[in-house]
């Protein structure tokens, strides 16, 4: 069965720091895997998405993913955080026609 | 293009009531699904229909119920609300022609309170 696994429900970076939050996947198959953001009382808005191709994924607002299937992990960064970064981060596996969500870090950008 | 919309965004009901959500998808997608979001459960799938048709289901008991419209317009219904139904919920839409596996768009949700 296909499911997500994101390490570290909170992480705390100060502005301008690196960001790196965690993904790990669990799939027989290729998977396709993506990155929500969450803004508080927002639904969710898709940062990036991996299908097929290149491993390293650009998204918007800076962000950045890399599919390593010899880590099953898919892990998302910005080199530079910026204090609107702060949100709720979702990384997601495409099964069928469900999307199956993991359990969300949440990002918080000291000034 | 407008995205995806879903009505009210607030409601509040009385436990025993039933309720309905309303969620319009991005024009042309036809496949609309919805889900759960609590901060216990997390983001949980319900169901998603495509062309009218429930082509899959999550694991909610019988209460939860969908209609998917000939224009793609999808209505929730949740009929005996209890407390534990308080939740965002969200609708989702895909666009076509790319099999299943195609990201989903996510509406604002509706923040359901049942007192």
């Known amino acids: 069965a296909q499911s997500v696994t994101q390490l570290g429900s909170h992480v705390s970076v100060s502005e301008g720091a690196l960001v790196l939050l965690r993904c790990n996947y669990s799939?027989?198959?290729?998977?396709?895997l993506f990155w929500y953001v969450q803004y508080p009382n927002q639904g969710l808005q898709l940062l990036l998405k991996?299908?097929?191709?290149?491993?390293l994924v650009k998204g918007i607002n800076g962000f950045e993913a890399e599919f390593k299937k010899s880590e099953t992990s898919f892990h998302l960064t910005k080199p530079s955080a910026h204090m609107s970064d702060a949100a709720e981060y979702f990384c997601?596996?495409?099964?069928?026609?469900?999307?199956?969500f993991g359990s969300g870090t949440r990002l918080s950008i000291r000034p | 293009k407008a995205g995806v919309t879903q009505t009210p965004r607030y409601l509040i009901k009385t436990r025993g009531q039933q309720v309905t959500l309303s969620c319009s998808p991005i024009?042309?997608?036809?496949?609309v699904s919805w889900y759960q979001q609590t901060p216990g459960q997390g983001l949980q799938f319900l169901f998603e229909?495509?062309?009218?048709?429930?082509?899959n289901k999550g694991n909610f008991p019988g209460r939860f119920s969908g209609r998917q419209f000939s224009n793609s317009r999808s209505e929730m219904n949740v009929s005996t609300l209890e407390l534990g139904d308080s939740a965002l919920y969200l609708c989702?839409?895909?666009?076509?022609?790319?099999?299943?596996?195609?990201?989903?768009?996510f509406g604002q949700g509706t923040r359901l309170t049942v007192v």
């Open positions: 989702a839409s895909r666009p076509p022609g790319q099999g299943t596996n195609t990201e989903a768009f």
């Open positions: 799939s027989s198959v290729p998977p396709y």
């Open positions: 991996y299908t097929t191709g290149a491993t």
């Open positions: 997601a596996v495409s099964r069928a026609s469900k999307i199956i």
């Open positions: 024009s042309g997608h036809r496949s």
């Open positions: 229909y495509f062309s009218e048709t429930q082509r």
